[in-house]
Each structure stands twice: as C-alpha cells, then as structure tokens.
C-alpha cells in the first residue's frame, strides 16, 4: 500500500472505494419508475381531456361531453344535440330510404293462406237450435196478450208473433253481426234466466223477451263491448220508431193496434236491456260511454212513454 491508499499488486494499484449495500439501486430504480408512472398519467390525462372538449359544429361551444349524431356522425353540444335542431342531413338520406319500395315482386309456388274474420252467415247446429227454440217461445207470448182476439182474427195473431219474433230475432242478430264485423267469433245461446223472465211474460202484464243471449268467445275491449251491446237495444228502438209512425199514420184500427203492439214489445225490451244491471247491455254501455247510454236510454223512455198517451 502506497500513501495514497493504493493496493498494489504486479506493479499495478486501484483505489479503494466505500462499501455499498444493493437496496440502494432498488431504491433509486423505484423513484424513477414513480416518476415515469405520473408523468405518463399525466400525458394520458391531458390527451383524454383534449378528447372531450369537443367544439359544438354549429356554435362552436365546447363541451366535455359531446352528443354524437347517429344519423349524420357529427358532435353537438346540448342545445343542438336534436336532428332538427342541427339541421341534420343524415335523417333526411334516412326518411327518403324508408319511404322507397323496399320489396321486391315475386311468383309464389305455394298457395298463400289468408285470415279472414269469421263469415257473417255462419251458424252452427247448436245455435240454429237455441234460436229455433226461443223464437217458438217468443212467438207464443202474443198469442197470451190478444187473448180471445187470437180466435177471431187469427190473422192479426199470426202478425203479432211476427213483431214478437222481429224484436227478439233481430236483437240477438245484431248483438252476433256487429260482434262478427268486429272480428269475434259470437253465437246466440239459451240461458236459464233469460228463459225464466221470458216465461214470467205469459202471465204478466209487462211483456219481456230474453231467453237468451249472444255469447262473444273473445275477450273485448271496452269500446268493442259497448258497439256490440249497443247495437241490439239500438235495432229496437229503431223498430219501436217505425212502428210509431205506422201507428199515427194508419187508418185502420187493426193497423193501429198492430203498431201499438209493436211499439210496446220493442220500447220495453230496448228499455229492459239498457238497465245497467250485471250483464245486461246497459252495463257494458255505461262502461263504455255515459253519453251513449243516457241518449239510448232517454229515447227507450220517450217510445215507452208515448205508448200511454
């Protein structure tokens, strides 16, 4: 060793440097891959804002969240962010391509199936029956209120029980066409209730003929439950109008008496159905409309009322 702290060896010598411990190195390669991390962080950050603030291409105004057009691509701010509001070119390409004849004709091979609403005239077996039944029951009730009349005019009996039938007939047929029209499947049925007011009729002084009902499958709207309950109590009271004008035009006391008849039965039964009890019509009527039930019912009222004039 020299007097400069040299060690020599084969005429050569070093210096003899301090001892260092290796956690020094890791340390100083900690501290700078901290420093690389923010710096890159910061970059990041600064290009990601760069990125939101996007110009308004109509005003100008930035904005950190811009609205992007789907129809033309271009970035709006708030108050533009609407088609209309930007005047967007894209929507209008859009429009006119709807509104071109995207289909194509063609030949098919195959027969093509089509769905039609049920047939106006189509009657089952078990309704030609039920209605079969109810007009002979219907027709039996005049023959009960012209009572010895039957006998000697039997003509004007046979009348009668062509109103009586009329007004029950065309009722329910109504109630099935419209039901029908409407795209539900509807057919008349015989009910123990009806059959049992109906009945009642023969010995009382108010005559009402219900043995029965339209019954409709499907489900309904309100609006088309209260068309169809509406349409049968309205063929009366159309009916009962008729007769009203034949009754105060007629000459002849057996005409009068035939109009009086058919003004009576068609003002009670349209009178009776309108009541807006359980499930007669007037109650899916008043579901429906309160001002078609009270001008349908006030008229039933006014052709009942001058029956007593």
């Not at 390669?29 to 890159?40: M, P, T, Y």
Request: a positive charge.
């Amino acid at each position: 060793m020299d007097t400069n702290g040299r060690i020599g060896l084969g005429g050569l010598s070093a210096p003899l440097e301090p001892y260092s411990h290796p956690l020094k190195y890791w340390s100083y390669f900690w501290k700078a891959s901290i420093r690389i991390i923010k710096a890159l962080i910061q970059v990041s950050l600064l290009g990601v804002g760069e990125w939101l603030m996007v110009r308004c291409e109509i005003c100008g105004k930035e904005s950190y969240m811009p609205f992007r057009c789907s129809y033309c691509g271009g970035y709006f701010c708030y108050e533009h962010r609407l088609p209309e509001a930007h005047n967007c070119t894209g929507i209008r390409s859009r429009i006119e391509y709807l509104k071109r004849d995207s289909y194509t004709p063609f030949e098919s091979l195959s027969p093509i199936k089509r769905v039609f609403p049920p047939s106006m005239a189509t009657f089952t077996r078990r309704e030609l029956r039920d209605l079969a039944i109810g007009i002979l029951i219907v027709s039996a009730i005049p023959l009960t209120w012209l009572g010895g009349l039957t006998l000697r005019r039997p003509l004007v009996a046979i009348a009668a029980m062509g109103i009586f039938i009329s007004a029950f007939l065309l009722h329910e047929l109504a109630h099935k066409f419209s039901a029908m029209r409407l795209g539900y499947w509807a057919e008349f049925r015989i009910n123990a209730l009806g059959l049992l007011v109906t009945l009642i009729s023969f010995f009382s002084p108010v005559k009402i003929v219900a043995p029965g009902a339209v019954v409709v499958a499907t489900p309904l709207y309100s609006r088309s439950l209260g068309l169809i309950a509406l349409s049968g109590p309205l063929t009366n009271i159309l009916q009962a109008i008729a007769f009203l004008i034949i009754g105060m035009v007629a000459g002849d006391p057996i005409q009068a008496l035939l109009a009086d008849v058919g003004l009576s039965i068609n003002s009670v039964l349209a009178l009776f159905n309108l009541i807006p009890f359980g499930s007669l019509d007037g109650a899916k009527i008043l579901r429906w409309s309160l001002r078609a039930w009270i001008i349908s019912i006030s008229a039933a009222v006014l052709l009942l009322a001058s029956t007593l004039i």
